[in-house]
């Protein structure tokens, strides 16, 4: 398996695999808005984009968003998505995604990396508190939401 930096040339693959993991979250299939949506992030280099590769499929990915720690002065990286196809899963994809994103905060001098899961997905959050990641019990998030 390889982990590896997303191009225009992953595109048709990658938008498959974003869309599988956007009706995981209960949204409407759109391959075609999920390909614009990849091809915006791309184009404007507004994310960090890498694929988990196994036998010249794409198989997995994440991206990452720049934001910035005004305490720390600092960027910081919101680890947005993570997705792993269920029939490769449980293989060291996700973990491998992980650890390329670790390696672009630091490449970076990030302050650190953030993600959220849902409080039921325990699989995720073994996951995630295995390779590094703490629980914030001194902070509540809020969310502003601006459209339906």
Not at 94 to 107: F, P, Q, V
Not at 117 to 127: C, D, E, S, V, Y
């Amino acid at each position: 398996m390889q982990i590896i930096k997303a191009t225009a040339a992953h595109l048709p693959a990658l938008a498959v695999l974003f869309d599988a993991y956007r009706q995981h979250y209960e949204q409407a299939p759109d391959p075609e808005g999920a390909k614009a949506y990849l091809s915006d992030r791309m184009a404007r280099k507004e994310s960090e984009i890498y694929v988990a590769v196994y036998e010249d499929e794409l198989i997995g990915f994440t991206q990452l968003y720049p934001v910035f720690s005004s305490v720390g002065m600092k960027k910081a990286w919101i680890l947005n998505d993570l997705f792993v196809t269920p029939e490769h899963r449980r293989k060291g994809a996700a973990r491998a995604l992980i650890a390329a994103s670790r390696n672009l905060g630091e490449a970076t001098g990030a302050r650190y990396i953030m993600l959220q899961t849902h409080i039921t997905n325990a699989g995720a959050q073994a996951l995630y508190e295995d390779t590094g990641f703490q629980r914030d019990d001194e902070f509540y998030y809020y969310y502003l939401s601006l459209q339906s």
